[in-house]
Every structure is written in structure tokens, then in C-alpha cells.
């Protein structure tokens, strides 16, 4: 076999003077008029097929581009436990739990404190934490402030879920996670916030949940190069029974851009 092909080889080149695998339109033309008239429709043919695989390639590139911007790996979801690959039009059994229509309802800062903090040029000093996959309501999460009399951004923990300062209990924030920026001006809770207590929340990507009859889709958004960015937010504190202060935040939404539109009618607002 291995003469057969050093055979075929040979006698290729010394006919047409060159290996037939770099055989171009140029040197097609040094060729006698025979072998001109019978290679040039094999060259055309190439050059048609070299021109539609280049075609494939940018269709390829443009699909992996928008998949790479709706698909993610969705690590440590409540009640899995398992590293599970969410796409577009794969069925997944979900934690009902972890499903909430508001928006955002779940997010991932998968940062350790140093990066992001760093990232939006904030100080850190004190605060405690580690790479998250699914934040949830109510639980502890970063918040950058700057600070009105240094103008310093710092970063520290507080709990997602506005509780206002006028508030009775801490019930109110379990349902208080988002607040339309349309009408937030008008809102008791945040109208007063809008002017004094901005923040910024640092994420590096969020979930939501699209609902087509019974079956739910999980998709993760995040910025095409995967880098933080952070989701506009509001602040309060709130004094516990005993005395102690509770700080606690909430997301700023609005309506969804062209990538969210047919997932959910609502998305945070973002800053990068």
C-alpha cells in the first residue's frame, strides 16, 4: 500500500510538474492546453466549494455566538445538586422553588471579593465572600456604596430583599427584591432612595425562567466575554427588635432588550 501511494504520487507530479495538492489557478496555466481544458472546471468547482465552506464558517460563528449569550453552566441550583449544561430548547427538571416570575429572582457572582471589587474600584475591607452560583432572595449579597463624605465606593454585605426604614417587620422583604425604575419615583418605599441611597449589585450573570404551559426553561444571561458587570440598585436600613441595624437592597428593573424579550417581559437594569 505504501508504494501503491508513493507510485500515484510520483507519476502525478511528473506530470503536471508539481505536487496536485498545490496545484492553484497559476499554475494551471503553465499546463499544456489539454490538461487546461480538463482542470479548469475542477478549479472553478474548488474555488465555489472553498467560498461556500467559508460561508458555513461565518454562519457557525454567528449561531455560536448567540448560543455562548443564552447558554451557561448552571452549577449548585437548589434541590440538584449537579452540574447541569442549560440550553435553549433542552427540558429540565427545575426545584419549583427556585422558579419566581419577579425579575431578577436568582444570579450568580462566581467572583471571589478581591476580583470584583477591584473590577468596579471599591474597598473591601472586612467583607466575607466566596463564589456563588445561585443567589437567592433574603440571603446575604455584596452591594458597592460610595461614600458621600470621602467619595470612596466600599463594598459590603447585605441582604437581598428591601425591608424600608419605616417598616414594621422584616416580613415586607421577601417581596420586595425588584422595583420597576418606570414608577419607583412614585413608591413610597423607593421614591426617597432614588435621590439619597444608590448602589450598585455586582453579578456575573442572572437566571430567568421561561414558562410554556407546565414545563419551565432555565436560561442564564451574562456579557459575551463573561466579565462582571453590576445591576443598578437601591438600599435601605432597618432596626431590628433589638436594637441593630439590618441593611438590605433591592434590584432596579425595566423592559427586556432584544435577548430577553421572548424569555421573560421584564430585566434588570445593568451597568458594566
Known amino acids: 500500500m505504501n508504494t501503491a501511494r508513493g507510485l500515484t504520487k510520483s507519476y502525478g507530479e511528473r506530470i503536471l510538474g508539481c505536487n496536485p495538492r498545490n496545484l492553484d489557478a497559476e499554475k494551471a496555466q503553465a499546463l499544456s492546453p489539454e490538461l487546461q481544458a480538463a482542470l479548469s472546471p475542477l478549479l472553478q468547482a474548488l474555488e ?3 467560498e461556500q465552506i467559508a460561508g458555513y464558517k461565518r454562519q457557525i460563528g454567528e449561531i455560536g455566538k448567540q448560543r455562548y449569550r443564552q447558554t451557561a453552566l448552571l452549577k449548585q441550583v437548589k434541590g440538584v ?13 427545575l426545584d419549583p422553588r427556585a422558579y419566581n416570575r419577579a425579575m431578577c429572582g436568582r444570579y450568580r457572582l462566581s467572583r471571589r471579593a478581591e476580583i470584583f471589587a477591584s473590577y468596579f474600584y ?22 458597592i456604596r460610595q461614600d458621600a463624605k470621602d467619595l470612596v465606593r466600599r463594598a459590603s454585605l447585605m441582604r437581598w430583599g428591601l425591608v424600608p426604614s419605616w417598616a414594621k417587620d422584616a416580613a415586607s422583604g ?10 419607583a419615583a412614585e413608591k413610597p418605599a423607593f421614591k426617597e432612595l432614588l435621590q439619597r441611597r444608590r448602589c450598585l449589585i455586582p453579578a456575573d450573570g442572572f437566571y430567568e425562567w ?9 436560561f442564564c444571561f451574562e456579557m459575551i466575554e463573561r466579565e462582571p458587570f ?22 432596579l428593573t425595566t423592559t427586556p432588550n432584544r435577548l430577553l424579550t421572548d424569555v421573560h417581559d421584564r430585566m434588570p437594569v445593568i451597568g458594566n
Do not use: H
Request: aromatic content about 8%; charged content about 25%; glycine content about 10%.
Open 48 to 50: 465555489g466549494l472553498t
Open 230 to 251: 453590576a445591576f443598578a440598585g437601591l438600599w435601605d436600613s432597618w432596626q431590628t427588635p433589638e436594637g441593630t441595624a439590618l441593611e438590605t437592597c433591592t434590584i
Open 174 to 183: 421577601a417581596g420586595m427584591i425588584n422595583a420597576r425604575s418606570e414608577t
Open 81 to 93: 445538586g449537579t452540574r447541569v449544561d442549560v440550553r435553549p430548547g433542552r427540558r429540565w427538571r
Open 210 to 218: 421561561s414558562k410554556t404551559g407546565k414545563s419551565k426553561q432555565p
Open 122 to 143: 471599591a474597598e473591601y475591607e472586612g467583607m466575607d465572600w466566596d463564589a456563588r452560583y445561585n443567589i437567592a432572595p433574603t440571603q446575604s449579597v455584596p452591594v
